[in-house]
């Protein structure tokens, strides 16, 4: 199989032309550096969200899912290494933006807030406080930086990119799988700040959903009993992970092995997060 890329956490491989695996490993990273340890069966719990919300979200969007069943991959795949983290997938023309979605007010989201009042072109009531949800969840696009950060961008960068009735479909069906997952989380005590959603054309034109979907590596999972606007959340994602760094001054650039109980909170809170959205023990 030809491994076709290697991302921070997937590795993608090229079955044939309309098809793809995708492997998820234990990688974890922050701040855009792969982290030294691997949280154990940490892209087990990422393939197994995304194959719910895929599952959950089929009737209004159409996705690049083939199968999550061993059985069906090819014979390199079919190995106990690659069972319950890997997807057979159709091959797509993925388009260049990340397509964040954003219910409430945090993270860099709320930096840009303090500086000017608006996110990503978008002017936002004054007054909001760290936290707080927005009156309506907004669409705020970005680049997809081949190396380090990707840039927020403007509707109206998007549109140049990528025409304005595909901006428009995009940026429309992001904003309601969004909207429909969080009402569905919230029924199971999760608050889903905001998201990241890719997509793609399949060899029709039509827009399909790809990548990955609302896991806690692409959304912030915060616990509804313990919702408090003015600060930052308790989470059910990496958030964790990224607070532990900042708070120990971890150096990017000498990168020093993570502690065993910092590895050991982190799977536990990605394995909870799936067993609450499930209804399934892990």
Same mark, same amino acid.
């Given at each position: 199989?030809?491994?076709?890329?290697?991302?921070?956490?997937?590795?993608?491989?090229?079955?044939?032309?309309?098809?793809?695996?995708?492997?998820?490993?234990?990688r974890?990273?922050?701040?855009?550096v792969?982290?030294?340890?691997?949280?154990p069966?940490?892209?087990?719990?990422?393939?197994?969200?995304?194959e719910?919300?895929?599952?959950?979200?089929?009737?209004?969007v159409?996705?690049?899912v083939?199968?999550?069943? @061993?059985? /069906?991959f090819?014979? $390199?795949f079919?190995?106990e *290494?690659?069972? !319950?983290?890997?997807?057979?997938?159709?091959k %797509?023309?993925?388009l260049?933006?990340?397509?964040?979605v954003?219910g409430?007010?945090?993270?860099?989201?709320?930096k840009?807030?303090?500086?000017?009042?608006?996110?990503?072109?978008?002017?936002l009531?004054a007054?909001l406080?760290?936290?707080?949800?927005?009156?309506n969840?907004?669409?705020?696009?970005?680049t997809?930086?081949?190396?380090?950060?990707?840039?927020?961008?403007s509707?109206?960068?998007?549109?140049?990119?990528?025409g304005?009735?595909?901006?428009?479909?995009?940026?429309?069906?992001?904003?309601?799988?969004y909207?429909?997952?969080?009402?569905y989380?919230?029924?199971?005590?999760?608050? @889903?700040? /905001?998201?990241?959603? $890719?997509?793609?054309?399949d *060899?029709?034109? !039509?827009?399909?959903?790809?990548?990955?979907? %609302?896991?806690?590596?692409?959304?912030?999972?915060?616990?509804?009993?313990?919702?408090?606007?003015?600060?930052?959340?308790?989470s059910?994602?990496?958030?964790?992970?990224?607070?532990?760094?900042?708070?120990?001054?971890?150096?990017?650039?000498?990168?020093t092995?993570?502690?065993?109980?910092?590895?050991?909170?982190?799977r536990?809170?990605?394995?909870?997060a799936?067993?609450?959205?499930?209804?399934?023990?892990?």
């Amino acid at each position: 199989m030809k491994k076709i890329s290697s991302g921070k956490v997937r590795e993608i491989y090229e079955v044939d032309d309309g098809k793809l695996m995708l492997v998820v490993s234990d990688r974890i990273s922050a701040f855009d550096v792969i982290l030294p340890n691997e949280v154990p069966d940490k892209g087990k719990v990422l393939n197994k969200i995304s194959e719910f919300w895929f599952d959950y979200t089929k009737d209004f969007v159409k996705n690049h899912v083939i199968s999550t069943n @061993i059985s /069906d991959f090819p014979e $390199e795949f079919q190995k106990e *290494e690659f069972k !319950d983290r890997s997807m057979l997938v159709k091959k %797509l023309k993925m388009l260049p933006i990340e397509c964040i979605v954003r219910g409430y007010i945090t993270g860099s989201g709320w930096k840009s807030y303090k500086e000017n009042g608006t996110v990503c072109g978008i002017t936002l009531p004054a007054g909001l406080q760290e936290s707080q949800k927005l009156p309506n969840p907004i669409f705020t696009p970005s680049t997809k930086a081949a190396e380090g950060h990707d840039e927020n961008i403007s509707f109206e960068q998007t549109v140049e990119l990528i025409g304005e009735d595909l901006a428009t479909k995009v940026r429309d069906v992001a904003i309601e799988i969004y909207s429909k997952c969080a009402e569905y989380a919230a029924t199971k005590g999760i608050i @889903i700040a /905001d998201t990241k959603f $890719e997509f793609g054309l399949d *060899e029709n034109g !039509d827009l399909v959903l790809g990548d990955e979907v %609302l896991t806690p590596d692409s959304s912030r999972f915060w616990p509804a009993s313990d919702y408090e606007i003015g600060h930052g959340q308790k989470s059910f994602d990496k958030q964790y992970m990224r607070d532990w760094l900042k708070q120990t001054n971890w150096d990017a650039n000498n990168p020093t092995p993570i502690p065993v109980d910092v590895i050991q909170t982190t799977r536990s809170k990605y394995i909870e997060a799936y067993e609450r959205l499930t209804g399934n023990k892990f």
